[in-house]
């Protein structure tokens, strides 16, 4: 059974950092492409950033030079670095696994809410 379990959100205030983490079992992460999401309430899942398994990265122009994601596949499990947080990062933040030729795995997503 796969399970990916996100951990490491919470209130923080503006301008503060918070990391992520999403520890999968059941998968082995280093030869899936991993990508964190967050869903704002009333707002579309948007893609903040992907880790592929080659070590290429990509963000969402919101957070580039803010967000880092990074992997430790002997403790497989997948990090998000968030510095320089501001309001309109509040939201619920998931971990994705997927490659070609398998399904997508998702967890069920960290709380993350910047106010003062």
């Known amino acids: 059974q796969v399970q990916l379990v996100e951990s490491g959100g919470g209130l923080v205030q503006p301008g503060g950092s918070l990391s992520l983490s999403c520890v999968a079992s059941?998968?082995?992460?280093?030869?899936?492409?991993m990508a964190w999401y967050r869903q704002a309430p009333g707002k579309q899942r948007e893609l903040v950033a992907t880790?592929?398994?080659?070590?290429?990265?990509n963000y969402a122009d919101s957070v580039k030079g803010r967000f880092t994601i990074s992997r430790d596949n002997a403790e497989n499990t997948v990090y998000l670095q968030m510095n320089s947080l501001k309001p309109e990062d509040t939201a619920v933040y998931l971990c994705?696994?997927?490659?070609?030729?398998?399904?997508?795995?998702w967890g069920q997503g960290t709380q993350v809410t910047v106010s003062s």
């Open positions: 994705k696994a997927y490659k070609r030729a398998s399904r997508d795995y």
């Open positions: 880790l592929t398994s080659g070590g290429d990265t």
């Open positions: 059941g998968i082995f992460i280093g030869i899936y492409t």
